[in-house]
């Protein structure tokens, strides 16, 4: 577990990178559950093995962990936050971007319309 200082610093650090401040954005929106990883690199526009990098920096912070399901369809799921503190860091920094927490609800949003429309075809 980090520190309040570190955990602060090791956040503003992922808030600079662009992918990694749309995975907090996402997870920020649905701690808790799950996506695919497949959807995760169409929703950030990224490859599998870009996306990896960041993924496990965030397991290492405890925000994700992803696993393989039955089918061997690789699962990101969003993890409830490891400290109060977590959130609240991470929700001061997109309330002061709230364009760029606007922008990652949207895309998200339509991430998730799509999936529930390719489920129900």
Do not use: H
Request: net charge neutral; aromatic share 8%.
């Amino acid at each position: 577990m980090m520190d309040s200082i570190t955990e602060r610093k090791k956040i503003k650090d992922l808030f600079t990178n662009s992918t990694s401040r749309v995975l907090l954005g996402v997870w920020l929106i649905v701690k808790g559950s799950s996506f695919s990883l497949k959807s995760m690199c169409e929703l950030i526009d990224s490859s599998e093995q870009a996306l990896e990098t960041k993924l496990q920096t965030f397991a290492g912070m405890g925000l994700v962990q992803v696993s393989t399901n039955p089918k061997g369809e690789r699962l990101v799921m969003f993890m409830p936050p490891p400290t109060p503190e977590t959130e609240k860091v991470i929700r001061e920094y997109f309330d002061a971007r709230k364009s760029d927490f606007d922008a990652v609800e949207t895309k998200l949003r339509s991430l998730i319309y799509k999936n529930l429309l390719e489920i129900n075809l």
